[in-house]
DNA sequence: CGCGCCGTTGATATTATTCAAGACCAGTGG
DNA sequence: CCACTGGTCTTGAATAATATCAACGGCGCG
């Protein structure tokens, strides 16, 4: 757990009491749920292995993909709220979370002031990327959002010493359409075209970056 | 301050400490900011008085709106994760905030469960809110966009005791059209197509729902 | 009164979706 | 081993949705 849970900054003492509290782990084949939307909420998760999405739900069934996590990420804090999730997460590989039962890491927060900023950030964090995201969704054309969806794949990898530039989407064309605002026929259209472009390399699910600063310029960054 | 802030359960005694906390306040001209992007961050702001807007920006100074808040909103929430402000928050009309400062309050919910419960609850539901606004955002024709805007303005004028069928929006077309995603233009149209089927009237900024049947049914099911 | 923003509306252009057909690929059972 | 199947992915052509460009009207304010 650990590096794992909740990772900057945490004296020893928080740490060994998160440990101790966070005993139970749970183990899901591709396709199960973490959690579901209206699902009551006792614990957040933390992926140990594997990854996930969380999506939103309209009324009508249509699915808004919230996010994608991997290993480290700690999912959940949505049903904080309201004592209910408010979306499901899906897991998109085998996959093991270790549980946080939250009530007891509120106790926790109270006693280690550093797990309770730390908890503190982690929401807020949740927060700008969401925001990031509305940007994305409601400012960027097509091909910006698919840059820079890549390009945040890309960094994750790295910060977690995977290659930056060379990696195996986890997802259908569909989920990253459903995350991007976009239909699958337009997503794989623009992995053609980029790959026409020279920016990547695309062969089904496995991914070569070839132009990183195009791909940058692209997203609106390096620009 | 005790109904704006921190409204639900908290206990006589912490809500006389959360009193004590909040003396400052600050009074803002129309256009002025509570706060920019990149401004460190050491306290919340609840609105006492008047509305205000947040946004975040883009590298090439594309802005989007990420909510429009109203009296006894709680702002700022987005800056704890970075001690950086990620976005800025514009208030629309003259209006008064008080500040909460962080780490101050962070030693009170140390001390009072309730309040720190509370906290959690705020950051979470501006999560929920966010991803729904993503599922907006990502999901929604334009016309179900606005639809979904006027009702949720409806559904906090109400709240705060105002009328649900009638009130004068605060913004211009082109910052509701930078909230939903869309052009100030489309906006226009929209809402001049609303009026013709009768849904309801507008003249400049002053609305009246007359069909809410209607928007709920734009606003909810899908095409 | 006149100036600057704001808002409306029309014509046209662009972007992404929809509909449709077929290719690929892994797993399954004959 | 091979054919079959279901899900996924690619690509094209037609279509729909929204943006862009442009002109003008109106309102509020100095």
Same mark, same amino acid.
């Given at each position: 757990?650990?590096?794992?849970?909740?990772? #900057?900054?945490? $004296?020893?003492? %928080?740490?060994?009491? #998160? $440990?101790?509290?966070?005993?139970?782990?749970?183990?899901?084949?591709? !396709?199960? %749920?973490?959690?579901? %939307?209206?699902?009551?909420? +006792?614990?957040?998760?933390?992926?140990?292995?594997?990854?996930?999405? @969380?999506?939103?739900?309209?009324?009508? *069934? &249509?699915?808004? #993909?919230?996010?994608?996590?991997?290993?480290?990420?700690?999912? !959940?804090?949505?049903?904080? %709220?309201?004592?209910?999730?408010?979306?499901?997460?899906?897991?998109?590989? $085998?996959?093991?979370?270790?549980?946080?039962?939250?009530?007891?890491?509120?106790?926790?927060?109270? &006693?280690?002031?550093?797990?309770?900023?730390?908890?503190?950030?982690?929401? +807020?964090?949740?927060?700008? &990327?969401?925001?990031?995201?509305?940007?994305?969704?409601?400012?960027?054309?097509?091909?910006? &959002?698919?840059?820079?969806?890549?390009? +945040?794949?890309? $960094?994750?990898?790295?910060?977690?010493?995977?290659?930056? @530039?060379?990696?195996?989407?986890?997802?259908?064309?569909?989920?990253? *359409?459903?995350?991007? !605002?976009?239909?699958?026929?337009?997503?794989?259209?623009?992995?053609?075209?980029?790959? +026409?472009?020279?920016?990547?390399?695309?062969?089904?699910?496995?991914?070569?970056?070839?132009?990183?600063?195009?791909?940058?310029?692209?997203?609106?960054?390096?620009?």
């Amino acid at each position: 757990m650990r590096e794992l849970c909740l990772p #900057v900054g945490l $004296d020893a003492a %928080a740490l060994k009491e #998160v $440990d101790r509290l966070v005993t139970d782990r749970r183990r899901l084949d591709k !396709g199960a %749920a973490v959690y579901r %939307a209206g699902d009551p909420f +006792s614990a957040l998760y933390a992926i140990r292995l594997g990854s996930c999405k @969380t999506a939103v739900l309209a009324e009508d *069934g &249509r699915e808004q #993909v919230a996010g994608y996590h991997m290993i480290g990420d700690i999912i !959940g804090l949505d049903g904080i %709220a309201t004592e209910r999730h408010a979306c499901q997460a899906i897991v998109l590989e $085998d996959t093991e979370v270790c549980v946080i039962p939250f009530t007891q890491l509120e106790g926790l927060a109270r &006693r280690f002031p550093s797990l309770q900023h730390n908890l503190h950030q982690f929401l +807020s964090r949740e927060i700008g &990327r969401d925001q990031s995201m509305m940007l994305l969704l409601g400012n960027m054309r097509a091909d910006e &959002r698919l840059a820079a969806f890549l390009l +945040s794949l890309s $960094d994750r990898y790295r910060q977690h010493g995977y290659s930056a @530039t060379e990696f195996v989407l986890r997802m259908t064309r569909e989920e990253i *359409g459903s995350y991007l !605002g976009l239909k699958l026929e337009t997503v794989s259209r623009l992995l053609s075209r980029f790959q +026409s472009k020279g920016l990547l390399k695309v062969r089904g699910r496995e991914l070569k970056l070839l132009d990183m600063p195009a791909l940058k310029q692209l997203a609106g960054r390096g620009s």
